[in-house]
């Protein structure tokens, strides 16, 4: 064998070896966007599920608590009301310290069933706390499992995919 065939041979071998792993870089890329275009979904589609059963839990929490500012009148308003109308106007006064605080009064603009006008309402937060801490805590127990399993099959995928490609194409 002469050294002309050697090289031709070994420049072959390359260009195959060549085209395969540019043939694997492609395959990785696709996989790459699908995979990631998959988490984005899964992400947003978990947000999505987690706001709809905070909703729901927090509608199921009972009436709520306000006095007129105009008449005085105190009454009270189911938590699935403020549920379905999420954008009424509302003005909150916050108390911090140290970087650390939270709202200390929270106003919604409502009409008053007692003298018929529409005013800026208070609402009791002492009052709500607990059932708000509730009713978070409600969500995120039946919400984070079903996230976190869906995100492990999601890597435990992904992960075999890259592996059997760069196995395969090596």
């Not at 105009?70 to 954008?87: E, M, N, Q, T």
Request: with cysteine; aromatic share 10%; net charge positive.
């Amino acid at each position: 064998m002469d050294m002309d065939a050697i090289r031709e041979s070994f420049l072959a071998g390359q260009a195959e070896r060549l085209a395969r792993l540019a043939l694997r870089n492609q395959i990785l890329l696709v996989g790459t966007i699908v995979w990631g275009c998959l988490l984005l979904f899964w992400t947003l589609y978990s947000f999505l599920r987690f706001y709809r059963t905070l909703q729901n839990a927090a509608a199921g929490a009972g009436d709520i608590p306000f006095t007129c500012s105009r008449c005085g009148a105190s009454f009270r308003l189911p938590a699935a009301y403020l549920g379905k109308h999420p954008f009424l106007p509302q003005k909150k006064v916050t108390v911090s310290a140290f970087g650390a605080g939270g709202a200390v009064r929270l106003s919604r603009r409502l009409r008053c069933p007692r003298c018929g006008r529409r005013a800026w309402c208070r609402q009791d937060l002492a009052a709500q706390a607990p059932a708000g801490r509730q009713a978070l805590a409600a969500a995120v127990q039946k919400s984070l499992p079903r996230f976190l399993a869906g995100g492990a099959v999601l890597f435990a995928a992904g992960l075999l995919f890259f592996s059997a490609v760069r196995l395969i194409l090596g």
